[in-house]
């Protein structure tokens, strides 16, 4: 960003990144036989799960937003994409590496880039008619 980090957007990122290891700690506990094999498929822990996507999902596009509220940074922007979807390539080939019969085909660094494209011709829209397209 051109003007600065914003504290509370880096304190909300490394928050969900925490809830994030959590939630994974969670999974691999049930994973090896330390905790129940279904409660990853908890309610608590699906909600959990689902709001660390959430968290996530929102952070990037107010980051996107903030980027970008000047004017489009085209190189700033394809570098950013460049790097998560090269993060999103490595997890789905790590994970197909150790899972091949359950990868991670599309998880939310893949949502997170292909939102990004999405979301560009938004970005400059009047918020009336993004709102509307999204609804």
Known sequence: MSQGRWWALDAARGLAVLAMVVFHVIWDLAHFGY???TLPWS??????????????????????????????????FWRR???IA???ALVTAGTYALFPTSYVFF??????AVASLIAVPFLFA???AAFACGA
């Open 86 to 88: 090269a993060a999103a």
């Open 43 to 76: 309610a608590p822990v699906k909600i959990f799960g689902h709001s660390i996507a959430f968290a996530f999902l929102f952070i990037a596009g107010v980051a996107l937003v903030l980027a970008n509220r000047d004017s489009m940074r085209w190189p700033a």
């Open 35 to 37: 905790a129940p094999a």
């Open 81 to 83: 994409l460049a790097l």
């Open 107 to 112: 998880g939310i660094l893949h949502c997170i």
């Open 126 to 128: 009047p918020w009336p």
